[in-house]
């Protein structure tokens, strides 16, 4: 199992970006993917999640309405669509998915906002 992340950057309040999770080496489409981000000095939370065939998403409270999870099974790609970006918003955003018993993530990719 492999994840690649990519559209992580520096934005300012209000802001916007598209996290996108390359995914590789398990049958994507059958299984649920989640966003998580970590904070510095901070636990690692989840923030959003999509089932298999994208018919149904959760979302933290904190990132409601302005969040929006996807994914392209065709392309084995899960998205987070991020605006109204926060500085609260500031952390290191992964990828994952949870297969039997194993949790798999990605590398991370680092989201800051500021001015």
């Known amino acids: 199992v492999q994840f690649r992340e990519s559209g992580g950057g520096l934005v300012p309040p209000g802001g916007s970006l598209r996290l996108s999770c390359a995914a590789s080496?398990?049958?994507?489409?059958?299984?649920?993917m989640s966003w998580y981000r970590q904070a510095p000095g901070k636990e690692r939370e989840l923030v959003a999640v999509i089932t298999s065939g994208g018919g149904s998403t959760n979302y933290a409270d904190s990132v409601k309405g302005r969040f929006t999870i996807s994914r392209d099974n065709a392309k084995n790609t899960v998205y987070l669509q991020m605006n109204k970006l926060k500085p609260e918003d500031t952390a290191v955003y992964y990828c994952?998915?949870?297969?039997?018993?194993?949790?798999?993530w990605g590398q991370g990719t680092q989201v800051t906002v500021s001015s």
């Open positions: 080496g398990f049958p994507f489409s059958r299984y649920a």
């Open positions: 994952n998915t949870h297969i039997f018993s194993n949790n798999y």
